[in-house]
């Protein structure tokens, strides 16, 4: 009982909070701490489709997010049982504006508890680097960080990614990213989940809750045979933030 109420308040929390999330993303993920086995490859098929998005560039040049589609194939290894490297090569996009375009890539590294998805209490933190093309990000390079804290409840799930972005100008103007489930756990192939993904601007001068935006996610998780599966919507709950973003990831072990 306790347990559940836990969760539900954790669920509660998630939906009121004010916050930021970004029009444009190759990548819609809480992460769970869980690696791919030493000396094993993972691939992760990112997609996301907005049809109803807002229509203007967030920059010159820039895609835009109304009805543009992104993904990006991830490509994990896993090192040890507490390390595993990453690589999203290749990043697209289309939309109405500037059509099919390469967007960049990114490298990874994820370090996290051994054994996450068997443990109760889990952590970890993945560090990424990105090299982007003009029409994706104003910067050249930036960069995330992204601690990893979780709860497996049994059948509940929760699950908190305190994601900070850097942009190379200075730690003052990290920007404060969080994302946050809550997942309800069927049994070992079906799970059905709340996401939230947020944006509250710089460290230094957090915006306030007229400038915060957020999106919150529907989500399932389906584990088949041969691959898994990750469905979302996500609705956004203020005018700063895509009205309907649809996101599908395929995740398939490679040996």
């Avoid at 993972?42 to 040049?61: A, R, V």
């Avoid at 090569?89 to 490298?107: A, E, Q």
Wanted: charged share 20%; proline share 6%; glycine share 8%.
């Amino acid at each position: 009982m306790q347990t559940k109420l836990l969760a539900l308040a954790a669920v509660v929390c998630v939906c009121a909070l004010p916050t930021r999330a970004r029009a444009q993303t190759d990548e819609i993920q809480v992460y769970d701490g869980e690696l791919t086995p030493p000396h094993k490859f993972n691939l992760t098929w990112h997609n996301n489709y907005t049809p109803s998005g807002i229509p203007t560039q967030p920059f010159p040049g820039a895609n835009v997010a109304d009805k543009s589609f992104n993904g990006v194939t991830e490509w994990a290894y896993g090192v040890t049982p507490w390390f595993e490297a990453g690589l999203y090569l290749p990043l697209y996009s289309r939309d109405k504006i500037n059509g099919g375009t390469y967007d960049g890539f990114k490298l990874r590294a994820l370090f996290a508890v051994p054994h996450a998805e068997d443990r109760r209490f889990f952590y970890g933190a993945n560090f990424e680097f990105s090299i982007n093309q003009k029409n994706w990000d104003e910067n050249r390079f930036s960069s995330e960080i992204r601690p990893i804290i979780g709860w497996h409840l049994k059948p509940w799930d929760i699950i908190i990614n305190p994601i900070l972005d850097t942009e190379y100008d200075g730690l003052k103007n990290l920007d404060f990213a969080p994302a946050t489930r809550i997942a309800y756990n069927f049994n070992d192939k079906w799970a059905l989940a709340a996401e939230e993904y947020g944006d509250y601007g710089p460290l230094h001068d957090l915006a306030g809750p007229s400038d915060q935006a957020h999106i919150l996610y529907g989500v399932v998780n389906h584990t088949m045979k041969l691959f898994e599966i990750e469905a979302g919507i996500g609705f956004g709950l203020t005018s700063t933030t895509d009205k309907v973003t649809i996101k599908l990831l395929v995740i398939k072990d490679l040996n």
